[in-house]
């Protein structure tokens, strides 16, 4: 397993492949699986993945959310702010998170909580870009060795290190491995993933009833757009001045800095709003 994604990144421009190819080679030796295997399951995720990225109506049994993917879609198309892929990928994001609230099979990538952020993005480019699922398949890996690292030098729990371990991790993920799938450098890769975590260093985990719904569900579409945005500013050579590594750390001592109510304990931030506070007593009321 790497511990770091310099080391990552270097071992992948040394041998001119890849940050996926290094991932896969790796974990083949380490769980004495086959790369053939290892790609068939992976390629199951990317199903599992798809499907849930189906909008419908929905509802979640608590009734907080269910329909704003479906809402959204409607909308965006009679018109969006934004690009195709952009509004494809929020609307799925939504739509894979509403999923899981709903109850329904998803992919937890890194976590249930921030499981629509790296389908939503991989999806959205690889349909408007026209790119085979063969390579979708292995920009998952690339992401997987991402998520590898930060889970080994960080955590990617909102209950130990704030929405930042989660929604921050997700969407770093998603950068890189769209940055491979765009033809990015290996570089380009962990430049992305560090941009990601900056872009939303210090973000609390304050689920309302602490049910991964609000606001949960629309942060995975707003990790979907931030993890666009760094990987479109690394395509285009702008640099993280922090190293990726450090970024990383610097992830970790300030999920250590949060205060308990502000991870994932619905204690503080929006969950100890009144509205959030009251919503049981008037839901009942009603």
Not at 182 to 200: V, Y
């Amino acid at each position: 397993m790497f511990t770091s994604l310099k080391e990552l990144a270097l071992k992948a421009t040394e041998n001119d492949v890849k940050i996926s190819e290094i991932v896969i080679e790796n974990e083949s030796e380490e769980t004495e699986v086959p790369k053939e295997e290892l790609i068939l399951r992976m390629s199951e995720n990317l199903r599992v993945m798809r499907e849930a990225s189906e909008v419908k109506k929905q509802c979640s049994a608590s009734g907080l959310c269910g329909e704003n993917a479906y809402n959204y879609s409607f909308s965006a198309n009679k018109g969006s702010l934004l690009s195709d892929i952009s509004s494809k990928a929020m609307e799925y994001a939504m739509s894979i998170a509403e999923h899981n609230a709903c109850m329904g099979k998803i992919v937890a990538a890194p976590t249930a909580g921030s499981c629509g952020i790296l389908p939503a993005v991989l999806l959205a480019v690889s349909e408007e870009e026209n790119i085979p699922d063969e390579d979708v398949v292995m920009a998952l890996f690339n992401a997987a060795g991402i998520g590898q690292v930060i889970a080994e030098k960080a955590c990617l729990a909102g209950a130990e290190g704030g929405c930042q371990a989660e929604c921050g991790s997700a969407s770093a993920m998603a950068a890189s491995a769209v940055v491979e799938l765009m033809g990015g450098t290996p570089e380009m890769c962990i430049n992305a993933a560090a941009l990601t975590i900056k872009f939303i260093l210090g973000l609390v985990c304050d689920p309302v009833k602490g049910l991964v719904e609000v606001p949960c569900v629309k942060r995975n579409a707003s990790g979907a757009i931030n993890a666009l945005t760094a990987a479109e500013l690394s395509l285009c050579g702008v640099k993280s001045f922090i190293p990726a590594d450090e970024v990383i750390e610097a992830m970790n001592e300030v999920g250590k800095m949060m205060n308990y109510r502000l991870k994932e304990t619905a204690l503080g931030g929006l969950a100890a709003t009144e509205i959030a506070k009251n919503l049981h007593t008037e839901r009942t009321d009603n």
